[in-house]
Nanobody, 126 residues
Framework: VQLQASGGGLVQAGASLRLSCAAS????????VGWFRQAPGKEREFVAA????????AYAEAVKGRFSISRDNAKNTLYLQMNSLKPEDTAVYYC????????????????????WGLGTLVTVSS
């Protein structure tokens, strides 16, 4: 299974970006997919997740109302729409997936996910 994240770049504060994560080698019809990020010198942190079959979503408080996670089942591709970007959103963004259905409270835990992409860098200037 490979997850390929793309869409990162350098933008100014207030701008929008859409990240994509294409999955190959397996079709995730159940389970969950998510986005995490890691800023320089910081731990990897949860951003957003989607439980595939139920369409439940979860967001970190820092991104609620600004970021939106979605998935195109036909394309087996995950998206993260990021609006009103702030300098503190600067990080490498990683997509992740798990083939088994996790409980809702586990969506924000990195250990829940079996598969990880290499990450795409998002830089937000002030």
């Amino acid at each position: 299974v490979q997850l390929q994240a793309s869409g990162g770049g350098l933008v100014q504060a207030g701008a929008s970006l859409r990240l994509s994560c294409a999955a190959s080698g397996r079709t995730f019809s159940n389970g969950a997919v998510g986005w995490f990020r890691q800023a320089p010198g910081k731990e990897r942190e949860f951003v957003a997740a989607l439980r595939i079959r139920e369409r439940n979503t979860a967001y970190a408080e820092a991104v609620k109302g600004r970021f939106s996670i979605s998935r195109d089942n036909a394309k087996n591709t995950l998206y993260l729409q990021m609006n009103s970007l702030k300098p503190e959103d600067t990080a490498v963004y990683y997509c992740a997936a798990v083939g088994t259905r996790p409980i809702l409270s586990a969506l924000s835990m990195a250990a829940t996910y079996d598969y990880w992409g290499l990450g795409t860098l998002v830089t937000v200037s002030s």
